[in-house]
């Protein structure tokens, strides 16, 4: 048996696993159907697609000093396709970052002569809480459009990791 990531390392590869699936499932929308959104929600599909893995990208530069740095430009309004190739790099850089930086370790900030100090553990239930709520925004999006949500909770990353999880399904 081997021994199971930390649950925090575990939670990041699900944010990312999440992350994979709703870009996929937006992989094929027409340019009508990226620009919708919904009351509540942060914006269009494509704004929201963007300002995910922008966030994520930034909170590894908080932790490390060094943001993944996409192959575009922001202004120019990535594709889909350009968006999940950057994601898996955030990803990537994400998880690393939660295999090796402590939890407790301090984030320095400075912006306007003011500074704010935190533990790195902030950084990581940012990326998990935002993440949620984004994909959130998306899939209700996506329901309102008629159109298939995948099931990015944690019950669909169990059934997409069922040995992860020692997962048995059977009949009493």
């Known amino acids: 048996m081997t021994v199971p990531e930390s649950t925090l390392v575990e939670l990041i590869a699900y944010n990312n696993w999440a992350n994979k699936q709703i870009l996929a499932a937006c992989q094929g929308l027409s340019a009508d159907q990226l620009a919708a959104s919904a009351p509540g929600a942060y914006g269009s599909i494509h704004a929201t697609l963007g300002h995910i893995i922008h966030a994520e990208a930034d909170y590894v530069g908080r932790m490390t000093g060094e943001p993944p ?60 809480n935002h993440g949620i709520e984004h994909r959130t925004n998306i899939t209700t999006i996506l329901s309102a459009l008629g159109l298939p949500a995948p099931e990015v909770d944690g019950w669909g990353y169990l059934f997409s990791h069922a040995d992860r999880f020692e997962m048995k399904e059977g009949s009493l």
Do not use: C, N
């Open 69 to 128: 740095q996409p192959p575009f430009k922001w202004q120019d309004g990535p594709t889909v396709a350009e968006l999940s190739a950057f994601a898996k790099q955030v990803g990537a850089a994400l998880l690393d970052a939660a295999r090796r930086i402590p939890p407790t370790q301090m984030v320095h900030e400075e912006e306007d002569g003011q500074y704010i100090d935190y533990q790195a553990r902030l950084l990581f239930m940012q990326a998990i």
